[in-house]
C-alpha cells in the first residue's frame, strides 16, 4: 500500500464516520419531531464539561414524569453557556422520544433543534460526505 493510498483511506473513514453521525442525528431530530411527545420537566442541575478548546460546556439535565408513572432524567445537548436567567429548579418544556424517553430535546433552552432547516442541514451534511467519501475512494484506488 502506497502512502498515497494510506492517506486517502484515512480521509475514506473520517468522512464515513462523520458522514453516519450526521444521518443518525438528522433520523433522531426528525422521529422526534414526527412522534416526539411535549411535556414539563424541571431543570435538575447543568452538568458542566471543558471541551477541547479549554471552554466550559453546560449540558441540561431535567427530570420529568412519563404518563405511565415513570420518572425520567435525561440530558440534553451541550451549549456554551446556559441560557440567560435560567437557574437549576426552573420548569421548562421537554420533547422526548416515546420509545426512547432519554432521546429528548428541549426548545424552551436550546430553541430551533427541531426545526426542519436544522434537520435538512444534517441530512445535506451526511450526503455531502457520503460523496466525499466515495469520491476519495474512487481517486485513491
Known amino acids: 500500500m502506497t502512502v498515497e493510498q494510506l492517506g486517502g483511506g484515512f480521509v475514506a473513514v473520517v468522512t464515513g ?12 431530530r426528525c422521529l422526534l419531531r414526527l412522534r416526539g411527545v411535549s411535556t414539563t420537566a424541571e431543570l435538575v442541575r447543568f452538568r458542566t464539561t471543558v471541551a477541547e478548546d479549554g471552554d466550559l460546556l453546560y449540558y441540561p439535565v431535567v427530570a420529568f414524569t412519563l404518563p405511565n408513572g415513570v420518572e425520567i432524567e435525561a440530558e440534553g445537548e451541550g451549549v456554551s453557556r446556559p441560557p440567560h436567567g435560567t437557574q437549576e429548579g426552573d420548569r421548562t418544556e421537554v420533547v422526548y422520544d416515546p420509545a426512547v424517553p432519554s432521546s429528548i430535546v428541549l426548545p424552551s433552552l436550546l430553541p430551533g433543534r427541531l426545526k426542519a432547516r436544522e434537520i435538512l442541514a444534517h441530512c445535506v451534511a451526511s450526503i455531502a460526505l457520503g460523496f466525499l ?4 475512494l474512487v481517486d485513491t484506488f
Open 133 to 136: 467519501t466515495y469520491q476519495v
Open 17 to 28: 464516520v462523520l458522514c453516519v453521525v450526521f444521518a443518525f442525528e438528522a433520523l433522531r
